[in-house]
C-alpha cells in the first residue's frame, strides 16, 4: 500500500509539471542536491523566472531539487552529454576533470567570504569560468557556499591532534582527500546522501560542511561537535550542458547568461539569512560548538597540498593572484 502511495505521489507531481510547463518551446532541466527552499534552489529557481519573464515565456527552467536527477558526481556526466541542461554543483566534484577548480578548492585559499567574492565577481573568476567550455560546460554563475567546518559524533576537535586516525567523510575529490591526510585524518570519500546513515552506524565519524547543508541534512542530529575551524570556502557553480547551449540562439544564450549573473546576489541574500538561521536551529538543538581554536596549525599543515595540486607555475600564479586580491 505504501509503495503504491508513493507512486501516485510520483506521478501526481509528474503531471503538475508537465503541466505547468506545457507552453513553454524549450524547457530546461535544472539539478540540485539540496532541498527545495535552500539558497543554490532558490536562485536557480529565480533565475528561472527571469529568464521566462525576459523569453515571453519561450525558454522555462524545472528544477529538480533533493537529488531527484542523481547526486553529484553522476549528474556531472549527465550534464556534459546534455540529459541535464543545467546543474547546480560543489566545485570539488569538477577538480579531478577541470584544473584551475582545484585552486579555488585549495584550503584556506580564501581569507573570508567577501575575499571569495572579489576573486570571482572578477578576472580571475573569469578565468576560471571560461576552463569549464572545453570540458563541455557553460559556467553561468558562481553562488555561495559557505565555510566549510568539522562535525562529528565522538568529541570535541581543538586541534589537529583532536583529528588524528578519524574517519571524515570528504567529496570525492583528490584536494580534500588529501587536506584530510594532511591533517591525519582518514578521508572518506561519498556522496552527501549517504553521510547521515554513515554516521549514525558509525561507518564514518563525521564530515565537514557549511552551517546550511549541517543543519538541512540533519546531519547535526547525529553529529554533536562541530568546530568552526573554516577550512574550505569554495563557490558553487552553476553550468549549462553545452550540447544544450549550442541549440540556443546568440540572442537567447546572452539572455540566460544575464538572468544566471542577476541570481547571484539573490543566492548570496538568502545564503547569507539561511546562515543565520541554520546556526541558530544547530545551536538550539544543543550541538557543541568549538570555536576556540587556533587555526594557525590548519593552515600550516596544508603546505603538501598546496605543493601537490598548485603543481604547474599555471597553478602556482593563479594561487599567488588570488592571495593577491584585496
Same mark, same amino acid.
Given at each position: 500500500?505504501?509503495?503504491?502511495?508513493?507512486?501516485?505521489?510520483?506521478?501526481?507531481? #509528474?503531471?503538475?509539471?508537465?503541466?505547468?510547463?506545457?507552453?513553454?518551446?524549450?524547457?530546461?532541466?535544472? $539539478?540540485?542536491?539540496?532541498?527545495?527552499?535552500?539558497?543554490?534552489?532558490?536562485?536557480?529557481?529565480?533565475?528561472?523566472?527571469?529568464?521566462?519573464?525576459?523569453? /515571453?515565456?519561450?525558454?522555462?527552467?524545472?528544477?529538480?531539487?533533493?537529488?531527484?536527477?542523481?547526486?553529484?558526481?553522476?549528474?556531472?556526466?549527465?550534464?556534459?552529454?546534455?540529459?541535464?541542461?543545467?546543474?547546480?554543483? $560543489?566545485?570539488?566534484?569538477?577538480?579531478?576533470?577541470?584544473?584551475?577548480?582545484?585552486?579555488?578548492?585549495?584550503?584556506?585559499?580564501?581569507?573570508?567570504?567577501?575575499?571569495?567574492?572579489?576573486?570571482?565577481?572578477?578576472?580571475?573568476?573569469?578565468?576560471? #569560468?571560461?576552463?569549464? /567550455?572545453?570540458?563541455?560546460?557553460?559556467?553561468?554563475?558562481?553562488?555561495?557556499?559557505?565555510?566549510?567546518?568539522?562535525?562529528?559524533?565522538?568529541?570535541?576537535?581543538? $586541534?589537529?591532534?583532536?583529528?588524528?586516525?578519524?574517519?571524515?567523510?570528504?567529496?570525492?575529490?583528490?584536494?580534500?582527500?588529501?587536506?584530510?591526510?594532511?591533517?591525519?585524518?582518514?578521508?572518506?570519500?561519498?556522496?552527501?546522501?549517504?553521510?547521515?546513515?554513515?554516521?549514525?552506524?558509525?561507518?564514518?565519524?563525521?564530515?565537514?560542511?557549511?552551517?546550511?547543508?549541517?543543519?538541512?541534512?540533519?546531519?547535526?542530529?547525529?553529529?554533536?561537535?562541530?568546530?568552526?575551524?573554516?577550512?574550505?570556502?569554495?563557490?558553487?557553480?552553476?553550468?549549462?550542458?553545452?550540447?544544450?547551449?549550442?541549440?540556443?540562439?546568440? /540572442?537567447?544564450? /546572452?539572455?540566460?547568461?544575464?538572468?544566471?549573473?542577476?541570481?547571484?546576489?539573490?543566492?548570496?541574500?538568502?545564503?547569507?539569512?539561511?546562515?543565520?538561521?541554520?546556526?541558530?536551529?544547530?545551536?538550539? #538543538?544543543?550541538?557543541?560548538?568549538?570555536?576556540?581554536?587556533?587555526?594557525?596549525?590548519?593552515?600550516?599543515?596544508?603546505?603538501?597540498?598546496?605543493?601537490?595540486?598548485?603543481?604547474?607555475?599555471?597553478?602556482?600564479?593563479?594561487?599567488?593572484?588570488?592571495?593577491?586580491?584585496?
Amino acid at each position: 500500500m505504501k509503495l503504491r502511495t508513493t507512486l501516485a505521489a510520483l506521478l501526481a507531481t #509528474a503531471a503538475l509539471s508537465t503541466a505547468a510547463f506545457a507552453e513553454c518551446e524549450v524547457t530546461l532541466k535544472s $539539478s540540485d542536491t539540496h532541498p527545495d527552499g535552500y539558497p543554490t534552489v532558490s536562485a536557480v529557481q529565480k533565475m528561472g523566472e527571469m529568464v521566462k519573464e525576459r523569453t /515571453e515565456g519561450r525558454i522555462c527552467v524545472e528544477v529538480f531539487h533533493s537529488a531527484q536527477l542523481g547526486e553529484e558526481k553522476d549528474t556531472i556526466e549527465q550534464t556534459k552529454f546534455g540529459v541535464i541542461d543545467l546543474n547546480r554543483v $560543489s566545485m570539488g566534484p569538477f577538480n579531478n576533470l577541470i584544473e584551475e577548480t582545484k585552486v579555488v578548492s585549495l584550503p584556506f585559499i580564501f581569507r573570508s567570504v567577501d575575499h571569495m567574492h572579489k576573486v570571482m565577481d572578477g578576472d580571475i573568476g573569469a578565468e576560471i #569560468a571560461a576552463a569549464f /567550455e572545453p570540458h563541455g560546460f557553460v559556467a553561468l554563475a558562481f553562488y555561495d557556499g559557505g565555510s566549510r567546518s568539522f562535525y562529528n559524533s565522538k568529541k570535541p576537535i581543538r $586541534s589537529i591532534e583532536d583529528l588524528a586516525g578519524m574517519k571524515v567523510r570528504v567529496m570525492q575529490s583528490d584536494v580534500f582527500v588529501d587536506m584530510m591526510s594532511a591533517l591525519g585524518a582518514n578521508a572518506t570519500p561519498m556522496p552527501y546522501g549517504e553521510v547521515y546513515s554513515a554516521i549514525q552506524t558509525g561507518v564514518i565519524d563525521g564530515a565537514e560542511n557549511n552551517w546550511p547543508s549541517f543543519e538541512s541534512s540533519g546531519h547535526f542530529e547525529v553529529a554533536g561537535y562541530y568546530t568552526l575551524n573554516e577550512h574550505l570556502i569554495v563557490p558553487e557553480v552553476l553550468v549549462m550542458s553545452k550540447v544544450s547551449w549550442d541549440k540556443l540562439s546568440p /540572442e537567447d544564450q /546572452e539572455i540566460l547568461r544575464q538572468a544566471a549573473k542577476d541570481s547571484m546576489p539573490v543566492n548570496r541574500e538568502l545564503w547569507a539569512a539561511r546562515e543565520k538561521e541554520s546556526e541558530e536551529k544547530v545551536r538550539a #538543538a544543543g550541538v557543541e560548538i568549538i570555536s576556540d581554536i587556533d587555526k594557525t596549525p590548519f593552515i600550516e599543515a596544508m603546505v603538501p597540498v598546496y605543493e601537490k595540486h598548485a603543481n604547474t607555475p599555471k597553478l602556482q600564479d593563479l594561487v599567488t593572484r588570488i592571495q593577491a586580491v584585496e
